[in-house]
């Protein structure tokens, strides 16, 4: 939590703002004036007076640490990145594996809802389920082609030993007994009146 704010104390926070803001404004008005100094001088010039090799010339294992300066012109910052990429194919290789790769306007620019296997609640659990289901269904239709006139003759055999037992009548005044674990529901009963 922080301490409740006073006018000074506000006022000491802004002119403090104000002085970095203008400390940053000097810096960069210096580092621009020496970026447009650079520009006309040519490629080499400007290689020699900061005392860098030229990147076209380095080789594998140079240091490229140096140009990665803020005083270095971006130009010349970027052919040595180039050069340092391409001189080793570690670093030159995308795996694909950097979170920050992937395009996540995706979803956006598909201009319909999104497809997820995710269910809520229930997690990856079915579709995980469902995709193990499916695998073992050619297997399976496999064996029962190979094993088919047994299976039917057992089939039929099985459905004439089956035979549906009676249940018995409700009585018109007693309920249902609930099974121990099933939902309890509220249950209302409502007298009729006499007219």
């Not at 795996?95 to 996540?104: A, I, K, M, Q, W």
Request: hydrophobic share 45%.
């Amino acid at each position: 939590m922080s301490a409740p704010s006073t006018f000074w104390a506000r006022r000491r926070a802004a002119v403090e703002a104000e002085a970095q803001a203008e400390a940053r404004a000097q810096i960069e008005a210096v580092a621009a004036a020496r970026q447009a100094e650079l520009a006309e001088k040519d490629d080499a010039e400007v290689l020699q007076e900061m005392g860098l090799p030229d990147p076209d010339a380095m080789q594998p294992g140079d240091d490229f640490a140096a140009f990665m300066a803020r005083e270095v012109p971006e130009h010349l910052r970027n052919k040595a990145l180039r050069k340092l990429w391409r001189s080793n194919p570690v670093l030159a290789c995308v795996d694909g594996l950097n979170e920050y790769d992937d395009d996540f306007r995706a979803a956006m620019l598909a201009g319909g809802p999104v497809q997820t296997a995710y269910q809520v609640g229930k997690g990856m659990m079915a579709h995980i389920e469902e995709m193990a289901r499916q695998a073992e269904q050619p297997a399976r239709t496999e064996e029962v082609t190979e094993d088919a006139p047994d299976v039917a003759t057992a089939d039929a055999a099985a459905e004439e030993d089956v035979t549906p037992e009676p249940q018995p009548a409700m009585p018109a005044g007693e309920e249902v007994a609930e099974a121990p674990n099933a939902p309890r529901r509220m249950r209302f009963h409502f007298e009729e009146e006499a007219t």
